[in-house]
């Protein structure tokens, strides 16, 4: 069974600076490609970031670029977005998704809660 269990959420100052996992079992992680997606509070789902089973970043949502990274760590099954910079337009959940991307739903885990707020 594909288990996602995202964690590292919590309440951030804007300027300020969070990170997240996200512990994956029940599947082979290392061919897998991962991604973050998040949901604002009354808004729809919004990819974040992928990344490909190689490691190649192949994607970041325009408003995040340049602050957020993901990134991986296939002897632990672990995937990461260290967030900085926070806005409070960042304010959402945040969920991993084993393959998926843009264009495909992928199978989501559970969400972590992120709040930017002074």
């Known amino acids: 069974e594909v288990q996602l269990q995202a964690s590292g959420g919590g309440l951030a100052q804007p300027g300020g600076s969070l990170r997240l996992s996200c512990a994956a079992s029940?599947?082979?992680?290392?061919?897998?490609?991962m991604s973050w997606l998040r949901q604002p509070p009354g808004k729809g789902p919004e990819w974040v970031s992928v990344?490909?089973?190689?490691?190649?970043?192949?994607y970041y949502l325009d408003s995040v670029k340049g602050r957020f990274t993901i990134s991986r760590d296939d002897a632990k099954n672990t995937l990461y977005l260290q967030m900085n910079s926070l806005k409070p337009e960042d304010t959402a959940i945040y969920y991993c998704?084993?393959?998926?991307?843009?264009?495909?739903?992928?199978?989501r885990g559970q969400g972590t809660q992120v709040t930017v707020s002074s």
């Open positions: 998704v084993k393959d998926g991307r843009p264009g495909r739903i992928g199978k």
């Open positions: 029940g599947f082979n992680f290392r061919s897998s490609d």
């Open positions: 990344i490909d089973s190689d490691g190649t970043t192949t």
